[in-house]
């Protein structure tokens, strides 16, 4: 498979993300502007302001259990909060560091979910630590709450990609039971691609990734777990290579919410580790399918190093896990 020009590829994600049509948000903030001037990454700067007493509750060792915990609600520290942790110019960095995870066309977007999903209530504020310290190289920041888990390396600006440790995304602005269309779902522009690259197969293909059977279930013990065998849909070793090209396009239009940085990696990790042929594309019909139009609401990309699973009923939630 040829390799794909990445700066092509992000700008055909930044187009997608013009679906939204989204205002960006001022991500430097006077701390994060020190931050640059002194050297420090953003997550680094709010680890050295830290007193002791904070980071005796939310820093936590490097192989601590929680790093590979996910769920779609859930807290890294439910009695230490955003809110009732940190100060001022603190909570200001820790907002800077979210919105630099994603991209500029997705920041308002993102920032509006996390907000409608903590209900106005201070008890749904998100919680953000640590794992490890300074001196670990895989040193990580971790931002965690209702409908959202992000990670990056605590060490740099610089996106290291989604690898080793999972993430969640997901929403509902307004039914629990979203229709066809997800209105006001800022996710659901993953979906729309995704079929896109459903229509590039043949009707052959098409009807071996839709599987007969239920989706993963979402229990945090298992929504993650890496199959070696029995998976389900199409295998993508039996893709065209123009096919195949698409697929990881595809995946990088699909990640159009995130740094461009941590998108190239991780598209990166993908090819140079030759993943593509051992995954395997689902989706799922029934109740799975909102509406009954064939555009397909719940899928998974998967194989032994890699989980993406959407579901799309009754709403969505999306869980990204990478082998590094």
Not at 258 to 268: G, K, M, N, P, Q
Not at 272 to 301: A, F, H, N, P
Request: glycine content about 6%.
């Amino acid at each position: 498979m040829k390799n794909v020009n990445r700066r092509n590829l992000m700008k055909t994600a930044g187009a997608t993300s013009a679906l939204l049509a989204m205002t960006p948000v001022d991500t430097l903030s006077n701390m994060a502007r020190a931050a640059e001037t002194q050297g420090d990454s953003a997550p680094m700067q709010l680890y050295k302001s830290l007193s002791d007493e904070q980071r005796a509750k939310v820093c936590l060792p490097r192989d601590h259990k929680s790093r590979q915990f996910i769920s779609n609600w859930w807290y890294v520290h439910p009695d230490h909060r955003i809110h009732n942790t940190f100060n001022q110019d603190q909570q200001e960095l820790i907002q800077n560091i979210f919105n630099d995870l994603h991209s500029p066309e997705h920041q308002a977007a993102v920032n509006k979910q996390v907000k409608v999903d903590q209900y106005g209530d201070a008890r749904n504020t998100p919680s953000v630590g640590f794992f490890g310290t300074p001196e670990d190289e895989d040193f990580e920041f971790i931002y965690t709450g209702h409908h959202v888990t992000r990670r990056c390396n605590a060490h740099s600006d610089q996106g290291h990609g989604f690898g080793n440790a999972p993430i969640f995304y997901g929403h509902f602005p307004k039914d629990f039971n979203e229709t066809k269309d997800h209105p006001g779902n800022p996710y659901w522009y993953q979906g729309l691609v995704f079929n896109e690259f459903v229509q590039a197969l043949d009707s052959r293909q098409q009807e071996k990734a839709l599987d007969s059977s239920k989706p993963r279930s979402e229990k945090p013990s298992f929504v993650i777990t890496m199959r070696e065998e029995n998976l389900p849909g199409l295998s993508c070793a039996e893709l065209s290579e123009d096919q195949k090209e698409l697929l990881l396009e595809t995946m990088g239009r699909m990640m159009a919410m995130f740094r461009e940085d941590d998108v190239v990696a991780t598209l990166d990790t993908i090819e140079k580790k030759s993943m593509i042929d051992q995954l395997y594309v689902s989706y799922y019909g029934g109740k799975y399918d909102i509406g009954s139009d064939r555009v397909w609401d719940t899928w998974q990309i998967e194989g032994p190093k890699m989980v993406w699973y959407f579901r799309g009923q009754p709403h969505i939630h999306s869980y990204f896990h990478l082998k590094a």
